[in-house]
């Protein structure tokens, strides 16, 4: 019997990817990663291709019957219709080399801090992929969502665009990058705006750190950040504090990843 923890089969080291965006995108950009297909009869005229190739790779593809048994396969209703089996995906340690990078090719990069809901996630990677923004940094703990069935299908596609790095220290992470990389953090206390950050970026590359869905971003991140910045709201300009207490991060993500994609570099 397989046992499953989190849609990932950790007997066979799998991820079941589902959506029809999600498993149409890693068709047409990463095909070979699929181990296995299963898909409904109406499904099927738009995977025929697929199985083409699965058939030449001598890898299994299944039209099943009940729809319900995709939802076993993915461990949600959210299937639309397909799942497929890909490699657990690995997310590599961040080194100095790929930061290096980063600096001499002016790329901005996200840093979450313990950003906990896979959907969040995925609609980040989402957003990353659609502004350009290749570069996506995670921490290494229990509090900070890795990549999943759902982080997989909210993408809709963008974890084929985007790179995940992992690091053990976000603080560690943030001295190292210091002025080599403009180090923002988003925070209601901040007094500049998402809309400077065109200006805040014009010598060097950003690494922009979204904090928790409840707690925001640590204090020790927030001092160890070149500045700080809020999402403008309606009557901020007058002094009013906001209607609610803050965006969800993964919109803030969006309105932020714009701001950067203006400064021409990503």
Aim: proline fraction near 4%.
């Amino acid at each position: 019997m397989l046992y499953w923890l989190g849609m990932k089969n950790t007997l066979n080291n799998e991820l079941a990817v589902c959506g029809f965006a999600a498993v149409k995108v890693l068709e047409k950009n990463n095909a070979l990663r699929i181990r296995r297909l299963y898909f409904t009869e109406e499904r099927a005229p738009l995977f025929g291709g697929l199985c083409k190739k699965l058939a030449a790779l001598k890898r299994p593809y299944n039209m099943v019957q009940d729809s319900m048994e995709l939802e076993r396969l993915c461990g949600s209703v959210h299937h639309q219709g397909v799942v497929a089996m890909i490699d657990l995906p690995e997310i590599p340690p961040l080194t100095t080399s790929v930061t290096a990078q980063w600096v001499a090719q002016k790329q901005h990069a996200i840093l979450l801090d313990h950003v906990g809901n896979a959907n969040n996630l995925g609609a980040i990677v989402r957003s990353a992929a659609f502004f350009g923004i290749k570069n996506i940094v995670i921490p290494l703990d229990e509090a900070q969502s890795s990549v999943t069935t759902s982080s997989y299908r909210v993408a809709e596609g963008g974890m084929e665009f985007v790179q995940l790095y992992s690091i053990r220290s976000i603080t560690r992470l943030l001295t190292d990058m210091e002025g080599r990389m403009i180090r923002i953090g988003t925070s209601l206390e901040a007094r500049q705006s998402t809309v400077e950050l065109s200006s805040l970026c014009r010598t060097r590359p950003a690494i922009v750190v979204l904090g928790n869905e409840e707690y925001g971003i640590s204090d020790e991140v927030a001092q160890n950040c070149d500045a700080l910045v809020i999402v403008p709201y309606a009557g901020m300009e007058a002094g009013f504090p906001p209607t609610v207490d803050s965006l969800n991060v993964a919109q803030a993500a969006s309105i932020i990843m714009y701001e950067l994609s203006k400064t021409g570099s990503v």
